[in-house]
């Protein structure tokens, strides 16, 4: 069964960074596409950013320049630098994935269960 599993929210001032990861474990043939997504109090999720096997990126326009995604594929897992973080970016971060079952051979896409990033004014 393959899991994900995001870990580096916290709080954080205004103007700071933080990092966040996910892991993606258990049986696992090949990873397509990775990315994260953001869902603050009241509003529906909506992505932050995503990154192709291959390390093509895309960004929402609120955080180009200040966040960036990356991956290591040896380590099944994608990074999310977020830096020059703003109040407004408060909200509940989503690690997704669609990845090829390693047993059935099934492309499906998976989700964490998020982390919390607090940034204060």
């Known amino acids: 069964q393959v899991q994900l599993v995001e870990s580096g929210g916290g709080l954080v001032q205004a103007g700071g960074s933080l990092r966040l990861s996910c892991v993606a474990s258990?049986?696992?043939?090949?990873?397509?596409?990775m990315g994260w997504y953001s869902q603050a109090p009241g509003k529906q999720r909506e992505l932050v950013a995503s990154i192709t096997g291959g390390g093509s990126t895309n960004y929402a326009g609120s955080v180009k320049g200040r966040f960036t995604i990356s991956r290591d594929n040896a380590k099944n897992t994608v990074y999310l630098q977020m830096n020059s973080l703003k109040p407004e970016d408060t909200a509940v971060y989503y690690c997704s994935a669609e990845i090829v079952d390693g047993v059935v051979m099934n492309t499906m896409a998976y989700w964490g269960k998020g982390t919390l990033v607090t940034v204060s004014s």
């Open positions: 258990g049986s696992i043939f090949s990873i397509n596409d």
